[in-house]
């Protein structure tokens, strides 16, 4: 069975007889509406038509789909749409597959990929293909192989080249969970990023890298441990650990995360390069070392 939008009264009328409506359901109904949870219908429109199937309990959208639920919005050139049956003739969708330029949309973010899997009860979107990004007012978060958003929990999970830009300044990462709450103004931001592999942060002033770290989108600051280097110009630092504030340009290099190294081990090391006609000049200034003075390397 094929239903036209440009038919919805038929197409209600249709799925009244069959069921999957009750009446005052099918008042509300644009074009599909089907029963989610109490006053949280899936509302499914398309330009090309829907394709009812009823042994395999799945409405098929094509055409500049769109599934509706409440304040999120899914969009794509073909979705598909599972459901069951809940009793006394009612029908809920739990599923909805989408195909063909991506795109989902809430009040605070816009979610985009090639294909992707919805799950209306827990609120998770899975995303993969090309183009995965989530855009905030605030930045931008992408990856390169999967997108996992939890929307009731705020948080993303993103898996390969894991990449934040705010501004000037970029953080990326094999993987990383990222978790958005809304921000003074009620914008939604992101609050903080888990970054775990090849950790590379980018600001103006320096490239900061590292096995792992997290960042904090509040203070501006990240920290790192394993393999840290901290290079600014010619001049590099290296150390297990590391605090980078991207609000005002300033690192920190520590022996331990508590900044103190028992018997000397895990001192940390500077190598800076002197300018260019200069004898035995600093290479301009570098992120801070604490406890070396006057920002020389310790040797």
């Known amino acids: 069975m094929i239903l036209r939008r ?26 599909v509406g089907l029963e989610s949870k109490p006053k949280e219908p899936v509302t499914i429109e398309a330009d090309e038509g829907i394709e009812w199937h009823q042994q ?25 749409a599972h459901y069951r049956e809940v009793g006394n003739g009612k029908t809920e969708v739990y599923q909805v597959v989408a195909d063909g330029g991506v795109l989902i949309t809430t009040p605070r973010e816009k979610i985009t990929g090639d294909t992707g899997v919805y799950d ?10 090309k183009s995965l990004l989530i855009e905030t007012p605030e930045e ?18 993103l898996v390969g080249d894991a ?13 990383m969970t990222a978790r958005f709450a809304e921000d003074q103004k009620g914008k939604m931001a992101l609050s903080r990023a888990d970054i775990v592999g090849n950790v590379v ?29 901290l290079t600014r110009g010619d001049n590099q630092l290296n150390g297990e650990f590391a605090e980078v504030n991207m609000k005002t340009g300033v690192s920190r290099l520590l022996a331990s995360p508590t900044g103190t190294a028992p018997d000397g081990k895990g001192r940390v090391r500077g190598v800076f390069v002197p300018r260019s006609g200069e004898e035995g000049g600093g290479g301009g200034p570098g992120p801070m070392i604490p406890g070396l003075p006057n920002g020389r390397n310790d040797k």
Do not use: C, H
């Open 201 to 229: 942060i980018t600001t103006p002033t320096e490239v900061a890298r590292a096995d792992r770290g997290v960042y904090d989108a509040d203070t501006g600051i990240a920290t790192l441990t394993g393999g840290v280097k």
């Open 120 to 129: 209306v009860e827990k609120g998770v979107f899975r995303l993969t293909g």
């Open 56 to 80: 395999e309990k799945i409405y098929l959208a094509r055409g500049n789909a769109r599934a509706t639920r409440g304040d999120v919005t899914v969009r794509a050139q073909m979705l598909t």
């Open 140 to 157: 931008k978060v992408s990856a390169r192989d999967k997108i996992e958003y939890f929307s009731n929990e705020k948080k993303a999970v």
């Open 163 to 175: 990449t934040v830009i705010k501004d000037d300044r970029k953080v990326r990462a094999d993987t």
């Open 6 to 31: 440009a038919t919805g009264v038929v197409i209600t009328a249709m799925l009244i007889a069959a069921g999957a409506l009750s009446a005052p359901q099918a008042a509300r109904a644009q074009s």
